[in-house]
């Protein structure tokens, strides 16, 4: 048994499963020969989508599109957030394309009881700097709070609104009679920012979603309203979600010890990766004799998902874990020194972005 929704993931996924019960594509052999070369496309990482086969043509034929992607600012960033912004990323470099990243203050004050509006705006600003962090054209990407554009946002989202009854907000999110009303009109507004520059623009302009695929439920609404509103349908593009250190569900900010922040310093890394459940053998013994299984280790995942780009070297450490002549010890290591080198850089341009904060947080 498992679970995807916006807001709940749990249970081992089956990533085949969601793509029908979604009703998603699956990323075929032949698209990925029209997009750019990314080991997250390689290693079926990003797996699944929506008409990207259309943006693939609208970029051919040179017609404008753009990306739009977001943060629900609840907490402090962890690893598995990343991974879909290093992809946008990826895109905006390759394509050159204009990125609008959503903060959603609004969502996070909504579905959170323990967190005040001032709490989320705080956090969205926080939050900011790791996107900021990455490496984004500050020429081509808008960073964008709900709360401080409802000006632009509002007009398109009750649009949406108007469209979407309360019997399929509780379909599609499982809301019931004692949900807030403002969570039940909330999806309206992550719909909005997907026909922004239709709107903006009084043309239609295509975008693609790239993103985990716990998001398809809200994207899923915005295609059904798109074409009555006159807009053209998003596009998008989903990964798998990385697994938490405790080799089960997704990493989630409400399980701290089994998720690795891009605040949490040298030491905090190595326990965190220390404890981490693996696919070792009981004893080292057994493991020298019989190998790991890779494919259940949350550390194997970590490698393969984000730290170890190189597909020779990925395979190298599940080929040398599965004959017993990689040791879980030596296979951590490997992994907190990874991501220690990667958040001491990210520290500082972390450091770097609160200077440059306004050149990306905008209003549209
Ligand atoms: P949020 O803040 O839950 O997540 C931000 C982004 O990170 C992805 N994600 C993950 N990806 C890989 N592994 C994980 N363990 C993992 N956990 C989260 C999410 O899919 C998301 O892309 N409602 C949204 C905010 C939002 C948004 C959007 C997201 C507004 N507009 C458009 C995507 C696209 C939210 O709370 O995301």
Request: proline residues 5%; contains cysteine; glycine residues 6%.
């Amino acid at each position: 048994m498992f679970k995807v929704t916006p807001w709940e993931v749990s249970g081992k996924i089956d990533y085949q499963k969601l793509i029908e019960e979604f009703g998603v594509s699956k990323i075929t052999e032949e698209l990925l020969q029209k997009l750019p070369d990314h080991f997250m496309l390689r290693r079926g990482i990003f797996f699944a989508h929506r008409d990207l086969d259309k943006i693939i043509k609208a970029r051919e034929n040179g017609e404008k599109f753009y990306l739009y992607t977001g943060r629900g600012p609840s907490g402090k960033i962890h690893i598995g957030h990343l991974l879909p912004w290093a992809f946008n990323l990826f895109l905006q470099k390759e394509w050159g394309t204009e990125l609008y990243f959503q903060l959603t203050d609004d969502e996070k004050f909504l579905f959170n009881e323990g967190l005040s509006l001032e709490d989320t705006k705080k956090l969205a600003y926080d939050n900011a700097l790791d996107i900021i962090a990455l490496g984004f054209d500050p020429k081509k990407t808008t960073i964008f709070l709900d709360t401080e554009n409802m000006n632009v946002l509002y007009p398109v989202a009750i649009k949406v609104a108007k469209r979407v009854t309360f019997s399929t907000a509780k379909a599609v999110f499982g809301f019931d009679s004692s949900t807030n009303i403002g969570s039940i009109f909330y999806t309206s507004i992550q719909s909005a920012p997907a026909f922004l520059l239709s709107e903006l623009e009084k043309r239609s302009i295509m975008c693609l979603i790239p993103c985990a695929i716990d998001q398809d439920p809200h994207f899923r609404i915005t295609r059904d309203v798109a074409e009555p509103l006159g807009y053209p349908k998003p596009a998008s593009i989903y990964c798998k979600l990385l697994p938490s250190l405790a080799g089960s569900d997704k990493m989630s900010s409400s399980s701290p010890e089994s998720s690795v922040f891009t605040t949490d310093d040298e030491e905090t890394v190595r326990r965190k990766v220390m404890n981490a459940f693996t696919g070792g053998a009981p004893t080292v013994k057994e493991q020298r004799l019989q190998g790991g299984n890779p494919d259940i280790c949350s550390v194997y995942a970590y490698h393969f998902f984000c730290f170890e780009p190189d597909d020779d070297r990925v395979k190298g450490i599940y080929d040398r874990c599965r004959n017993g002549s990689l040791m879980c010890g030596e296979c951590k290591t490997m992994l907190v020194d990874e991501i220690n080198s990667f958040l001491l850089k990210h520290r500082k341009k972390r450091e770097w972005a609160k200077e440059h904060i306004d050149d990306f947080v905008k209003r549209i």
